[in-house]
């Protein structure tokens, strides 16, 4: 895996945002530094949702992060409607920030404790209530719709502070504080992780109410590969700052081409199913990212790996006959097109 | 810690086919300012050595209250502890369990980072019980923490016992806190929810780890989990909870085949699934849990049952037994009283409780 490449980005009047060649570097120690994201690139179209899928510290938060530069990507670029974000500086970038929204793993901790769901949802909207574009637009019932859409009673519920929730309720209201400045974009970092399958089941039902209703475009990320499953269009796959596959959801899943994909399938322990895959064995602890191994940066775990795996870095490869799959790898499971 | 002494432990029992652990009616209550807190509500079950007994249920449905309370964890003068629990034949409610631990039960927690002391090298961490339970001086102590290492598979063991948590990963703490929990090669050892904060392939490392450990020491276990996935491939029985109650009660092969209880068949339909395609909507279970310091009268689950009647919002369904499946229901699923029920409910479009019951039959 672990390849670069840019193949695989498409040209549609349609995309939304194009990140390409994204580089995140973070210093440690002394000359030393973190390679979280290496060039990586993808695009996500208009009204689709990527899923960004892989272990922790596979650098899937920080290229989420990086979209909206936080921190501004080391390289790279991140194009939002043609404009790159990361030549933008001071009130030009503030500007563009209600544009994409963010919703965090631990709802109770994302939430100030001291004030009331009311304000909380209405903050974005008091930052920006001065400013032309934003003027005018929003009232208190625009607030109370949100509220009220993400299923919540806005009379009652809008007077009471978030330690008065489940952390299921909590999640709902992180839900309309990110969608009340309509922003295009929102990015899900592990928005159920932190909760009950009974209750993550009703937030993945609301986001996917709200991406209808509200026009979103969505970047999901998340360690569960089912859930990345039931919620992307396309999805992702990451290991150590390295792309591994990218492509249709329904494709990947039941043809994985990566070697690294085909061992996170079939780790999943499923309550319904056996999965077709053989079982590959995962070998090994995650290399660090301070020194990363040579060429694909999965050798050292891929049962698969050759002398090339080691010196040459992969480019991303598209598989024959099939319209959205890329995968990056020197011996795919899959037959792939030549380059 | 330090007032354990080696010579309090309990002798093993000598009836080699008599059950590890024999729970009969185990209840624990918690005064609370409001009323009884009944967390764990009436559960009985059996487990043998070598066995694993898989606890699933949702958050507040008193799986770990009741693995914590066997284990004589939960210490405090508003708990209610009655019932019996045989433990290898000797009575336990009631008596101090701490003479146990380490050597007899042992347990696994959740969050590896919390559990374990970040400011004491892992070497000492391990050493510990094997110089309290086991009495070893520091040298053997080390060595066999050397071992212990080696067993769970950490590599370079003798360099990581001079590392503090913090160096380690989150899988490699876990098999830290796992090789801490077998030192003193305990009969029975609770793992609650052990991989949840995990990734998926240091689960099943972790999960295959604890498998192989408790077939070579023959050794009983809970896995107290809320992941149906991992129930399902690893555990021999099941036990279902909510709200404090047993809800369904059967070796695991035979739940899955033919699941009785409406809540295990909520919970089952309620998680995503590989093997449907993108965009599936899912089947969420509306409300939330029960209060259980007053819940309702009848049955726990009623309020966000779809199949709910009139009898189940009145009166407590008691578990009753089909050969070695026991469930908690008056319309069980897969029965003919079952499907009549789903059809009142979605002929007058909600259930004796007021649930709103759609035409395909779905809540929530």
């Given at each position: 895996m672990a390849g670069s490449g840019t193949a695989h980005l498409r040209d549609d009047p349609n995309i939304l945002l194009r990140v390409e060649n994204l580089v995140v570097e973070f210093p440690a120690g002394r000359k030393g530094k973190v390679h979280a994201v290496s060039d990586v690139s993808f695009d996500v179209k208009e009204g689709e949702t990527l899923g960004l899928v892989g272990e922790?510290?596979?650098?899937k938060s920080t290229t989420a992060k990086a979209v909206i530069q936080i921190p501004t990507p080391t390289s790279g670029h991140v194009y939002y409607n043609g404009t790159d974000l990361a030549a933008l500086r001071g009130e030009d970038m503030r500007r563009m920030r209600p544009e994409v929204q963010m919703i965090f793993q631990d709802p109770i901790s994302s939430l100030n404790p001291r004030r009331k769901v009311r304000d909380i949802v209405s903050e974005g909207v008091r930052v920006w209530g001065s400013s032309k574009a934003a003027a005018g637009s929003f009232t208190q019932d625009r607030i109370n719709e949100l509220i009220e859409a993400v299923g919540l009673d806005p009379v009652a519920a809008g007077e009471r502070r978030p330690h008065e929730f489940s952390g299921g309720q909590c999640q709902r209201i992180s839900v309309a504080r990110a969608l009340v400045l309509d922003p295009k974009i929102v990015i899900c970092d592990?928005?159920?992780?932190?909760?009950d399958v009974s209750v993550q089941a009703q937030i993945l039902n609301l986001l996917e109410d709200m991406k209808q209703r509200y026009g979103l475009t969505l970047l999901f990320i998340s360690h569960d590969l089912s859930v990345v499953k039931n919620v992307s269009d396309r999805v992702m796959v990451m290991y150590l700052g390295k792309m591994c596959e990218i492509g249709d959801g329904d494709h990947i899943y039941e043809r994985p081409a990566h070697p690294y994909t085909r061992a996170l399938l079939s780790a999943v322990p499923d309550a319904s199913v056996e999965i077709e895959?053989?079982?590959e064995v995962l070998a090994g602890e995650l290399p660090s990212p301070i020194n990363p191994p040579s060429g694909c940066r999965f050798h050292t775990r891929c049962s698969s790996a050759q002398e090339v795996c080691r010196t040459t870095e992969p480019q991303v490869r598209q598989l024959v006959g099939v319209e959205d799959h890329w995968v990056a790898c020197h011996f795919p499971h899959e037959t792939v097109v030549e380059i | 810690m330090s007032e354990i002494t080696v010579e309090a432990v309990p002798e093993r029992g000598a009836d080699p086919n008599a059950a590890l652990l024999d729970v009969k009616d185990y209840r624990v209550g918690f005064k609370t300012e409001h009323g009884l807190a009944r967390a764990v509500d009436g559960v009985t079950f059996r487990l043998d050595k070598g066995k694993t007994l898989g606890i699933v249920g949702e958050s507040g449905s008193g799986k770990s209250v009741l693995n914590r309370s066997i284990m004589g964890l939960v210490v405090s003068s508003n708990q209610i502890e009655e019932g019996s629990i045989h433990f290898d034949g000797t009575e336990i409610v009631g008596t101090d369990r701490q003479p146990f631990w380490g050597k007899r039960m042992s347990m696994i927690f959740q969050d590896p980072m919390t559990s374990l002391n970040p400011v004491m090298k892992v070497g000492r961490q391990i050493g510990e019980p094997l110089k309290l339970h086991l009495g070893m001086d520091k040298k053997r102590a080390r060595a066999r923490a050397t071992e212990l290492l080696t067993q769970v598979g950490i590599p370079e063991p003798g360099r990581r016992l001079d590392q503090y948590p913090h160096e380690l990963s989150g899988g490699m703490r876990q098999r830290v806190m796992i090789a801490i929990a077998l030192a003193g090669e305990p009969d029975f050892l609770v793992a609650d929810e052990p991989t949840t904060a995990l990734d998926v392939t240091v689960q099943k490392y972790i999960l295959d780890l604890l498998n192989e450990l408790q077939r070579d020491r023959h050794m009983a276990m809970t896995l107290i989990t809320h992941d149906l996935g991992v129930a399902r491939g690893r555990t021999d029985d099941l036990l279902v909870m909510y709200g404090g109650r047993v809800m369904e009660q059967a070796p695991t092969d035979v739940l899955f085949s033919a699941m009785r209880h409406p809540y295990s068949e909520a919970l089952l339909e309620s998680i995503p699934t590989l093997d449907h395609p993108k965009h599936t909507r899912l089947n969420p279970i509306p409300g939330a849990p029960p209060d259980i310091v007053a819940p309702p009268p009848g049955c726990r689950f009623a309020p966000r049952c779809r199949y709910a009647q009139e009898r189940c919002a009145t009166e407590l369904p008691e578990l009753e037994s089909d050969g070695n499946h026991h469930y908690a229901c008056f319309f069980p699923v897969g029965t003919d009283a079952n499907a009549e029920a789903l059809d009142r409910n979605i002929e007058r479009g909600h259930t004796a409780v007021g649930l709103p019951v759609s035409k395909e039959g779905r809540v929530g």
């Amino acid at each position: 895996m672990a390849g670069s490449g840019t193949a695989h980005l498409r040209d549609d009047p349609n995309i939304l945002l194009r990140v390409e060649n994204l580089v995140v570097e973070f210093p440690a120690g002394r000359k030393g530094k973190v390679h979280a994201v290496s060039d990586v690139s993808f695009d996500v179209k208009e009204g689709e949702t990527l899923g960004l899928v892989g272990e922790s510290g596979c650098g899937k938060s920080t290229t989420a992060k990086a979209v909206i530069q936080i921190p501004t990507p080391t390289s790279g670029h991140v194009y939002y409607n043609g404009t790159d974000l990361a030549a933008l500086r001071g009130e030009d970038m503030r500007r563009m920030r209600p544009e994409v929204q963010m919703i965090f793993q631990d709802p109770i901790s994302s939430l100030n404790p001291r004030r009331k769901v009311r304000d909380i949802v209405s903050e974005g909207v008091r930052v920006w209530g001065s400013s032309k574009a934003a003027a005018g637009s929003f009232t208190q019932d625009r607030i109370n719709e949100l509220i009220e859409a993400v299923g919540l009673d806005p009379v009652a519920a809008g007077e009471r502070r978030p330690h008065e929730f489940s952390g299921g309720q909590c999640q709902r209201i992180s839900v309309a504080r990110a969608l009340v400045l309509d922003p295009k974009i929102v990015i899900c970092d592990e928005p159920v992780s932190a909760l009950d399958v009974s209750v993550q089941a009703q937030i993945l039902n609301l986001l996917e109410d709200m991406k209808q209703r509200y026009g979103l475009t969505l970047l999901f990320i998340s360690h569960d590969l089912s859930v990345v499953k039931n919620v992307s269009d396309r999805v992702m796959v990451m290991y150590l700052g390295k792309m591994c596959e990218i492509g249709d959801g329904d494709h990947i899943y039941e043809r994985p081409a990566h070697p690294y994909t085909r061992a996170l399938l079939s780790a999943v322990p499923d309550a319904s199913v056996e999965i077709e895959v053989d079982d590959e064995v995962l070998a090994g602890e995650l290399p660090s990212p301070i020194n990363p191994p040579s060429g694909c940066r999965f050798h050292t775990r891929c049962s698969s790996a050759q002398e090339v795996c080691r010196t040459t870095e992969p480019q991303v490869r598209q598989l024959v006959g099939v319209e959205d799959h890329w995968v990056a790898c020197h011996f795919p499971h899959e037959t792939v097109v030549e380059i | 810690m330090s007032e354990i002494t080696v010579e309090a432990v309990p002798e093993r029992g000598a009836d080699p086919n008599a059950a590890l652990l024999d729970v009969k009616d185990y209840r624990v209550g918690f005064k609370t300012e409001h009323g009884l807190a009944r967390a764990v509500d009436g559960v009985t079950f059996r487990l043998d050595k070598g066995k694993t007994l898989g606890i699933v249920g949702e958050s507040g449905s008193g799986k770990s209250v009741l693995n914590r309370s066997i284990m004589g964890l939960v210490v405090s003068s508003n708990q209610i502890e009655e019932g019996s629990i045989h433990f290898d034949g000797t009575e336990i409610v009631g008596t101090d369990r701490q003479p146990f631990w380490g050597k007899r039960m042992s347990m696994i927690f959740q969050d590896p980072m919390t559990s374990l002391n970040p400011v004491m090298k892992v070497g000492r961490q391990i050493g510990e019980p094997l110089k309290l339970h086991l009495g070893m001086d520091k040298k053997r102590a080390r060595a066999r923490a050397t071992e212990l290492l080696t067993q769970v598979g950490i590599p370079e063991p003798g360099r990581r016992l001079d590392q503090y948590p913090h160096e380690l990963s989150g899988g490699m703490r876990q098999r830290v806190m796992i090789a801490i929990a077998l030192a003193g090669e305990p009969d029975f050892l609770v793992a609650d929810e052990p991989t949840t904060a995990l990734d998926v392939t240091v689960q099943k490392y972790i999960l295959d780890l604890l498998n192989e450990l408790q077939r070579d020491r023959h050794m009983a276990m809970t896995l107290i989990t809320h992941d149906l996935g991992v129930a399902r491939g690893r555990t021999d029985d099941l036990l279902v909870m909510y709200g404090g109650r047993v809800m369904e009660q059967a070796p695991t092969d035979v739940l899955f085949s033919a699941m009785r209880h409406p809540y295990s068949e909520a919970l089952l339909e309620s998680i995503p699934t590989l093997d449907h395609p993108k965009h599936t909507r899912l089947n969420p279970i509306p409300g939330a849990p029960p209060d259980i310091v007053a819940p309702p009268p009848g049955c726990r689950f009623a309020p966000r049952c779809r199949y709910a009647q009139e009898r189940c919002a009145t009166e407590l369904p008691e578990l009753e037994s089909d050969g070695n499946h026991h469930y908690a229901c008056f319309f069980p699923v897969g029965t003919d009283a079952n499907a009549e029920a789903l059809d009142r409910n979605i002929e007058r479009g909600h259930t004796a409780v007021g649930l709103p019951v759609s035409k395909e039959g779905r809540v929530g």
